[in-house]
């Protein structure tokens, strides 16, 4: 699988994600086909920082943690976006994670 296929799909994937709800890196991986490539998933979702039509901000670590912070512009913008969206935010840690977790499915 060539490296820029896997990361439209990733894409297309983290476009359906719904406002107001988060999903992981590994579900996306999973959600692919390739559960061991959560990784992958994270570079991914950093080289998409330029692109507006990604929501990036709503993809986190298994354990509803910001891990991916530091690559949005300003120290507290994947923060501010998902509290825009009625995401609750403590010490980097999204509160409620399985209530706000959405299962992607492969629907590319």
Same mark, same amino acid.
């Given at each position: 699988?060539?490296?820029?296929?896997?990361?439209?799909?990733?894409?297309?994937?983290? #476009?359906?994600?719904?406002?107001?709800?988060?999903?992981?890196?590994?579900?996306?991986?999973?959600?692919?086909?390739?559960?061991?490539?959560?990784?992958?998933?994270?570079?991914?979702?950093?080289?998409?920082?330029?692109?507006?039509?990604?929501?990036?901000?709503?993809?986190?670590?298994? #354990?509803?943690?910001?891990?991916?912070?530091?690559?949005?512009?300003?120290?507290?913008?994947?923060?501010?976006?998902?509290?825009?969206?009625?995401?609750?935010?403590?010490?980097?840690?999204?509160?409620?994670?399985? #209530?706000?977790?959405?299962?992607?499915?492969?629907?590319?």
């Amino acid at each position: 699988m060539m490296e820029d296929n896997f990361f439209e799909n990733v894409y297309a994937i983290a #476009k359906q994600i719904p406002y107001g709800r988060v999903t992981s890196y590994g579900a996306i991986a999973k959600a692919l086909g390739t559960a061991r490539s959560a990784r992958m998933v994270g570079w991914a979702m950093n080289a998409s920082h330029n692109r507006e039509d990604i929501p990036a901000h709503r993809v986190v670590n298994r #354990k509803g943690i910001l891990s991916g912070k530091h690559h949005f512009q300003g120290t507290n913008l994947m923060q501010q976006l998902l509290e825009s969206e009625g995401i609750v935010v403590v010490d980097n840690q999204i509160v409620d994670f399985e #209530k706000v977790f959405w299962e992607p499915e492969l629907n590319l």
